[in-house]
């Protein structure tokens, strides 16, 4: 099936939005904005969370 695009004023994409149930507001929200990414971390990544895992823990420890 191919992609179809519309245009749709603003005010009229807010009340359509509006009439949705929470879990179809959630579904859209994942679907545009929720990238899944199944790739291993890269080094840098890995780096960077590993360091904020250890800045969560230090906080925690503080309180």
Known sequence: MGV?????S???MINLLQELTE???REIFE??????DT???SPA????LT????EICTTKSKH
């Open 45 to 48: 990544e890995q780096r960077s």
């Open 23 to 25: 879990e179809e507001k």
């Open 4 to 8: 179809k695009t519309i245009t749709i």
């Open 10 to 12: 603003v005010d009229a």
């Open 31 to 36: 679907r545009v904005f929720i990238q899944k």
């Open 51 to 54: 360091k904020a895992e250890q």
């Open 39 to 41: 790739e291993p971390l």
